[in-house]
């Protein structure tokens, strides 16, 4: 009875739908409720194909990786150095070793410095690259900071160019862990979308590195290089351990 009450409650129920719940009796499908389910039929299995091809989520996952690691492409910089028989690796979230042995550098040096550069630019970070690469017959390693530079604004001297690709270079024979990265001076905290405040440099069109018995032109990572990056709040450039108003580079 207590069920009756329910039903009732609901309102009127469909007379097919009781038909089709009672497990008492069994009867045929009929034929045009058969013909309306194939072509729906058919896209499920389709679509599920697809799934499994793709690899995206319930489909079939990339060998070797675990079921919640994307499979990402392999930066442009990297595959510039596979063709050459280099063995290269990207280095994500490293830890990060800085190059020993910077000079102390006089507040009144560092200001002529900053007058004297061809310009000083606020910048944005929009892409970095870091990227190992072992010598081979060597214990050396090279280590690669690319970055490509997009400028909000500039400081001082002039620039036209609207975005710069960079490139620096550290080497060292001793071997860090698989995370650690021997960084160029005042790029430990470059990241994605970092803002701050850049002196580049043109870099040689003529220079090359060999590594090994590879060679690799430095215009093909980057045309300049940083010389140095520094905070800025809008008005004040942290360069090393003091700060320097922009009005003194005027």
């Known amino acids: 009875m207590k069920e009756e009450r329910i039903l ?8 097919e739908f009781i038909e089709d719940a009672a497990p008492a009796k069994e009867k045929a499908p009929k034929p045009g409720r058969v013909r309306r389910w194939i072509p729906a039929a058919c896209l499920v299995l389709l679509l599920g194909g697809a799934l499994y091809a793709a690899g995206i989520p319930g489909g079939r996952r990339t060998p070797g990786l675990p079921d919640d690691t994307p499979s990402a492409p392999q930066s442009a910089d990297l595959m510039k150095f596979i063709p050459k028989g280099l063995s290269a690796e990207a280095v994500e979230n490293p830890l ?5 042995g910077m000079p102390y550098i006089p507040r009144e040096v560092a200001v002529k410095t900053l007058t004297q550069a061809a310009a000083v630019l606020d910048c944005t970070v929009e892409e970095i690259c ?3 690469v072992a010598e ?6 090279w280590y690669f900071t690319c970055m490509t530079l997009s400028v909000n604004r500039v400081l001082h001297g002039s620039c036209e160019e609207k975005t710069f690709r960079t490139v620096n270079v550290s080497v060292s024979n001793v071997s860090y862990t698989a995370s650690g990265f021997l960084s160029y001076p005042d790029l430990e905290n470059c990241r994605e979308q970092r803002r701050a405040a850049f002196t580049l440099k043109k870099r040689n069109p003529e ?3 060999k590594i090994g018995d590879a060679e ?3 215009g093909e990572l980057g045309e300049y290089f940083v010389s140095a990056c ?6 004040v450039l942290h ?3 003091y700060d320097i108003p922009l009005t003194e580079l005027n």
């Open 239 to 241: 360069y090393l351990n």
């Open 207 to 209: 220079e090359v590195w």
């Open 96 to 100: 990060m070793i800085t190059e020993p």
């Open 136 to 141: 081979p017959g060597s214990d050396r390693t």
């Open 216 to 218: 690799i032109a430095a």
């Open 230 to 235: 520094m905070e800025f709040d809008g008005t």
């Open 130 to 132: 870091r990227l190992k």
């Open 8 to 15: 009732n409650a609901l309102g009127q129920i469909n007379e």
